[in-house]
Nanobody
Framework: QVQLVESGGGLVQAGGSLRLSCTAS????????MGWFRQAPATEREPVEA????????YYADSVKGRFTISRDNAKNTVYLRMSSLQPEDTAVYYC?????????????????????WGQGTQVTVYS
């Protein structure tokens, strides 16, 4: 059974930092990009960041550029999201996902994204 398991969410004061992790089990996502979406209450899911298998291609949402950094360790089948200078508007459930077409879907305005591979989500709450 293929699973993506996120960890690292929590409650943090504005200006603080968190690191999210997403570890895959059941298969190796060779050739797949991995990344993060987030969804706040009463809002649509939005892309945050993604990284290609090699790490050479990245996607960053404008709202997190300069504050969030994505990385991956293919030997550990894990992708990370380092979040700094967190703001209350970053409050959301963060979901990990994997797909060969992830970066393309995040980059193209209006593009839909579907994947069989999603984590259960981890809550990030930033208070002021």
């Amino acid at each position: 059974q293929v699973q993506l398991v996120e960890s690292g969410g929590g409650l943090v004061q504005a200006g603080g930092s968190l690191r999210l992790s997403c570890t895959a089990s059941g298969r190796t996502f060779s050739g797949h990009s991995m990344g993060w979406f987030r969804q706040a209450p009463a809002t649509e899911r939005e892309p945050v960041e993604a990284i290609s298998w090699s790490g050479s291609n990245l996607y960053y949402a404008d709202s997190v550029k300069g504050r969030f950094t994505i990385s991956r360790d293919n030997a550990k089948n894990t992708v990370y999201l380092r979040m700094s200078s967190l703001q209350p508007e970053d409050t959301a459930v963060y979901y990990c996902t994997a797909s060969p077409g992830l970066i393309a879907a995040m980059t193209m305005p209006g593009a839909s994204y579907e994947s069989d591979y999603w984590g259960q989500g981890t809550q990030v709450t930033v208070y002021s």
